[in-house]
């Protein structure tokens, strides 16, 4: 080996010359021969027991490091400030975000850079040596195009990031918004508490899902990591929330996504620099309320445009007529309940949450994303109700008339197809229930309160349960009759909130002799207190002994009218359920006395048996009314009305204490407006005194619609009338024909009468054989003419006047209708309908042997028409009128019908 060695020669460039593979060949067969030769000081190892070796003592060395290194926070906190000693003071400024939020850190100023700083440390025999190593953060990238796509790979030497850890967190705070009280971090020797005040519903599957969408917003805000990742701790912080940490990126070509994960779930965005917008999900488990963080994220995350920016959008936007935005920051927002809560139907554990899937706020205002304007004007809780009032706009609404006068629009004007100049709606939600809108309340009100005060003949003391808006007592106080208003309600805050926020409700001042606010007229008594309570205290079968002796001193009222503006049968199961109350309800009402009550949306023909479907609790009130003993001559009315703003039309219900009420409910549309001009009082303005309700309107709440009909013959058991809804159409029609007697099923003959020279009799007799149930004469039937009691009435004083001439007409008319009319077989009602075709040419006979045609409409098996139907006052003219074959008619029989027939 030394010779092979010492043979090389170097050049005077240093470099080897000579036969490199022979001097590895030398040095190769000299090592051989050496090996051969001399004995080994070296062993052959397995490489594989080499590396199970390699493997164990990376393993044991690993486990000593866990078990010695510190487990305290203090520790860490310590050596990170001693590492971060060296490093600049903006790093140290950002770096503290890992124990509490830097209240210098503000969204509007990007003056802070983060700074990523490194420290080792190393000991060696000759002394210890410290390095630290200083990484500026990359520069924020220029503005440019935006992508709608993501773009290219991010490889990690482009990417621009901060990942941040906030180290012990604590349970969310109950923060309200800004002013929310932040609870400092417990010791860092110590545990987090478990917190066993909190709300059991904090551990169920479920949360709060808020989506904020934000326009028009700066550019340079948006692109600036920094400023958006101070932004979302704010934010934070100030919903009471805890972050346990966050991880931002820097896109290409611009833009930035962050997320942050908190104690409670998540935050998380997405910037489009260019356009202006931001988008913002948070989301968090637990019953603290997200609502009030909103304002906050529009504060925070909504920067408005610098001027220069300002600037250059007007340039980009210049010329475009299609864009109607006028550049100001603008928000989308949406909430919603999220995730499974306990047994309850309504999602809760205790109560209805209002804002549940079942709520009218939720599915109205608050889960609605695309709104205009989205505004809350009252949100809290008496010690009855929670109260909640908005101001909501879609982008689809229009102007409405009023707007129109106001902004002087004229044919042509493009704002008549957007909502720039439309005035916002203000709903009222009471527990999460709508309750009014500003737009439609007195389409609403007129509909609940004029169709039962019009059908009391002269109302004077009216009793209203709730009504804390005030536009019940307005409806009721344009009746000139009235005399008396005695306002039950629960809740005062009700009446305050109503009286500041909407004062529309209670405005009285154009009505003549009625107080500027309906509250303060002096025929108005309001008591606060519970309705159930106090009616069952004066009129309930069980009332005290102390009060029922001191009604007995008093002059005990009684109601002409009562109004439920509560809610409805559904939302008040223990008012409306309660048959105590119902009971002391009627016994209230004087003997001609009505209830007006609301009831809801309408049914659908698809609903399913009431007593089995969400509508069961008013299946039940309404059951109770109808079996109630002092209801047993009275009716109840169903109605709906499409007008109220509602998705659904609006049912209501008036009730009777007698069934006198059904010629008032049933009158003619000119009655009722003639009744109208009477009774109700004059405005200062000489505009109608009435909006929505008139005859022709209440003409339309006579027949209830079809589904009502439906959901009540799917009752258990199937009311008797539900069998005559329609003509048997397997059954068959026998007609007359006068002008083609040998199409006509019938001969009509005409005789003189044995004896009596000048008197004729008309006999009817079948030309064919007409089975059993077959239906006779039905078009002549229905054209009878009907006539109500007060014409008839009417008609007779005037035969009774002297010197006014000839007046046999009337009076053989008068003849006519008492011998061909009949009264229709509806309860109360003063109407008679009078055969005017061949019908009236049938014979009449008291024998029952040779009678063989009758009523199509049996009489009802109790002898008296029900209470509550929706058939009869639906059919009733059908069944007035047909006729049927009593029994089988063969060809050439007389057709007989009984002398009571009805």
Same mark, same amino acid.
């Given at each position: ?51 199970v ?22 520790m860490?906190?310590?050596n ?8 600049n ?5 950002y ?24 420290t ?44 941040v850890?906030?180290?012990q ?9 800004e ?9 860092n ?16 599957? @479920? ?59 998540? =935050? ?45 959008w007007?340039?980009? &936007?210049?010329?475009d ?18 995730g499974?809560?306990?047994s ?46 908005w ?16 902004? &002087? ?20 939600f ?16 007129e ?10 003949p ?52 154009? =009505? ?8 303060d ?9 519970? @309705? ?25 009222i009684?109601?002409?009218? =009562? ?33 007006a ?7 659908t ?26 209801m047993? &001559? ?7 009305e ?21 010629d008032?409910?049933?009158?003619? @549309?000119?009655?009722?407006?003639y ?20 005859? @022709? ?19 258990d ?27 006509s ?25 007409m ?40 009076e ?90 009805w």
């Open positions: 080996m030394a010779s092979s060695s010492s043979s090389s020669e170097t050049n005077g460039n240093g470099n080897t010359n000579g036969n490199t593979n022979g001097a590895a060949a030398t040095a190769t067969t000299t090592t051989t021969a050496t090996t051969a030769t001399t004995p080994s000081n070296t062993y052959a190892v397995d490489i594989r027991y080499f590396l070796m390699l493997l164990s003592a990376m393993s044991v060395f690993f486990t000593i490091g866990v078990l010695t290194a510190p487990t305290s926070p203090a860490y906190s310590n990170k400030s001693n590492s971060n000693s060296n490093s003071s903006n790093s140290n400024a770096n503290n975000i890992h124990f509490s939020i830097d209240s210098t850190l503000t969204p509007e100023s990007d003056s802070s850079k983060a700074t990523s700083t490194t080792t440390s190393s000991e060696s025999k000759s002394g210890s040596t410290t390095t630290t190593t200083t990484t500026p953060t990359p520069q924020r990238r220029a503005q440019s195009k935006h992508s709608t796509e993501i773009g290219p790979k991010i490889v990690s030497g482009d990417l621009n990031e901060h990942h850890n906030f180290e967190p604590s349970y969310e705070d109950l923060g309200t918004g002013g929310a009280v932040q609870h400092p971090h417990p010791p020797n110590k545990t987090i508490p478990s917190d066993s005040n909190s709300n059991s519903n904090q551990h169920l599957p @479920a949360g709060q899902h808020l989506l904020v969408d934000i326009k028009n917003v700066s550019p340079s805000f948006l692109n600036s990591e920094h400023r958006l990742a101070t932004a979302m701790v704010s934010s934070v912080r100030s919903a009471g929330l805890t972050i346990l940490s966050y991880h931002c990126h820097s896109l290409i070509p611009s833009g930035v996504s962050c997320v942050g994960v908190l104690l409670e779930s998540h =935050i998380s965005f997405h910037t489009w620099p260019e356009e202006g917008v931001i988008t913002l999900d948070l989301f968090t488990c637990g019953e603290n309320p997200l609502l009030p963080v909103v304002p906050k994220l529009e504060e925070l995350f909504g920067v408005p445009r610098s001027d220069e920016e300002e600037e250059v007007k340039r980009n &936007n210049e010329g007529d299609s864009n109607d935005d006028d550049g100001k920051v603008f928000t989308l927002w949406s909430h919603e309940l999220r499974f809560r306990h309850d139907p309504y999602g809760s554990t205790s109560k209805a949450n209002y804002l549940d899937s079942k709520s009218d706020l939720a599915s109205w205002v608050i889960t609605p994303l695309d709104m205009k304007v989205k505004k809350e004007v009252v949100a809290t809780n008496s010690e009855f109700h929670r109260i909640d009032i101001e909501v706009l879609g982008h689809e609404d229009g102007p409405s008339y009023e707007d129109a006068l106001k902004f &002087n629009l004229t044919e042509g004007d493009p704002r008549w197809l957007t909502a720039e100049i439309a005035s916002p709606n203000r709903i009222l009471i527990n999460g229930s709508l309750q009014s809108m500003k737009d439609h309340e007195k389409e609403y009100h509909s609940l309160v004029q169709p039962a005060m019009f059908t009391h002269n109302p004077k003391t009216v009793a209203i349960i709730g009504g804390g808006e005030g536009a019940t007592i307005r409806e009721v106080l344009k009746h000139n009759t009235v005399e008396k208003i005695v306002v039950i309600e629960l809740d005062e805050l009700m009446i305050e909130i109503a009286r500041e926020h909407l004062p529309y409700m209670s405005n009285c001042t154009d =009505i003549v002799d009625v107080a500027d606010n309906c509250f007229d002096e025929r108005v008594e309001l008591i606060i207190e519970d @309705a159930k309570k106090w009616f069952l205290e004066r009129y309930g079968d069980e009332a005290e002994t102390e009060t029922t002796a001191k009604a007995e001193t008093e002059e005990a009684k109601f002409d009218v =009562i109004i439920l503006d509560a809610f409805e049968p559904q939302n008040n199961r223990g008012m409306h359920n309660n048959p105590q109350f119902i009971n002391a309800l009627v016994k209230s009402l004087s003997d001609d006395g009505t209830v009550i609301p009831l809801g949306e309408g049914h023909i698809h609903d399913p048996r009431a007593s089995l479907s969400s509508y069961a609790p008013r299946e039940k009130f309404m059951q109770l009314l109808e079996q109630n003993d002092q047993q &001559n009275g009716a109840m009315f169903v109605y709906e499409a007008h109220t703003g509602y998705d659904v039309p609006s049912a209501f219900l008036t009730v009777c204490k007698s069934s006198t009420c059904r008032l409910w049933y009158a003619e @549309a000119m009655v009722l407006d009744d109208i001009n009477m009774r109700m009082r004059e405005t200062k303005s000489h505009k109608p005194i009435l909006m929505h309700f008139d005859g @022709a309107t209440q003409h339309s709440f006579q027949i209830p619609p079809r589904a009502w009909e439906e959901v009540y013959c799917r009752r058991p199937r009311p008797f009338e539900c069998d005559y809804r329609g003509l048997d159409l397997t059954k068959e029609l026998f007609e007359v024909d006068m002008e083609d007697e040998e199409q099923s019938f001969e009509i003959v005409v005789e003189n009468v044995e004896g009596d020279e000048g008197v004729e009799v008309t006999s009817v007799y079948a030309k064919k054989d089975p059993k149930g077959s239906y006779i004469m039905p078009s002549d039937l229905a054209a009878s003419f009907t006539i109500a009691e007060y014409t008839h009435e009417s008609l007779k004083a005037n035969t009774d006047i002297k010197n006014t001439g000839d007046v046999s007409v009337i053989n008319f008068l003849a006519y209708v008492e011998k061909h009319g009949h009264k229709t077989m509806s309860d109360g009602r003063k109407l008679s309908y009078v055969e005017v075709g061949a019908s009236f040419m049938i014979r009449r006979s008291s024998d029952m042997d040779e009678v063989n045609v009758g009523r199509w409409m049996p009489e009802y098996p109790t002898g008296k028409q029900p209470v509550y139907s929706p058939v009869y006052d639906r059919h009733m003219v059908s069944f007035d009128l047909f006729l049927v074959a009593s029994k089988d008619i063969k060809k050439g029989d007389e057709i007989v019908k009984p002398e009571n027939l």
